[in-house]
């Protein structure tokens, strides 16, 4: 069974907002730094933002000042809210481990274009 399901994603006009969310499945990753990544076509995966299992936050140069990571271990939950949108971070959105990687989930589509 797929550990993470992520949702949310969309299709936004540049400047727009989106709020992405990922499940986890059980709580075995409470205690586990986790990321948001994304995949553009033809390019590789790239790490968006990481948090720690105590909040600790880091962000790509790219998305810096515009997205925020963020997670609720009580939920199994984590969240990636995404402002002033550009055309450039359309991608599949995935959600998992920072450090130890574990099976990939569909991830989320992200839609930005007028």
């Known amino acids: 069974q797929v550990p993470f399901v992520e949702s949310g994603g969309g299709l936004v006009q540049p400047g727009g907002s989106l709020r992405l969310s990922c499940k986890l499945s059980?709580?075995?990753?409470?205690?586990?730094?986790m990321a948001w990544y994304r995949q553009a076509p033809g390019k590789q995966r790239e790490l968006v933002a990481s948090i720690s299992r105590n909040g600790i936050t880091n962000y790509a140069d790219f998305v810096k000042d515009r997205f925020t990571i963020s997670r609720d271990n009580d939920k199994d939950v984590m969240f990636l809210q995404m402002n002033s949108l550009k055309p450039e971070d359309t991608a599949v959105y995935y959600c998992n481990g920072a450090l130890v990687v574990y099976t990939w989930g569909r991830g989320t589509q992200v839609t930005v274009s007028s």
């Open positions: 059980g709580s075995i990753f409470r205690g586990r730094a």
